[in-house]
């Protein structure tokens, strides 16, 4: 008898116009630069644009894609090209993700 599969935690996350736009931006970034690298882009960033792109404003993410994109939100928002405007919203939406994904792991 095989037990049934976890179901996967999701977030919804409502993002400011100027957030988006840094998400919208991060994971275009990427998904092209795993093109240029001849490699397969990375199914989250695909699936998160795509909810990004169908939102209007709210956004679902699963565990593993809120994550992913604190981790490569972080990674932009520290490194020194990264626009004031950017490091603002940027900061802000690796915040909202942080309290989600803390929250949820103090339940349990």
């Given at each position: 008898m ?15 116009s100027?957030?988006q ?14 093109i ?13 644009f ?12 699963t ?42 792991e103090?339940?349990?």
């Amino acid at each position: 008898m095989t037990s049934p599969q976890p179901e996967t935690e999701t977030y919804e996350v409502t993002l400011s116009s100027d957030e988006q736009w840094v998400v919208h931006a991060l994971l275009a970034s990427e998904i092209d630069g795993a093109i240029d690298d001849d490699e397969t882009p990375p199914e989250w960033a695909l699936e998160l644009f795509d909810a990004l792109e169908d939102g209007d404003g709210t956004t679902v993410l699963t565990s593993y894609q809120a994550r992913r994109l604190v981790d490569a939100m972080t990674a932009y928002v520290d490194g020194s090209d990264a626009p004031d405007g950017d490091v603002v919203h940027g900061s802000a939406v690796v915040e909202r993700l942080e309290d989600r994904l803390e929250s949820r792991e103090s339940i349990q």
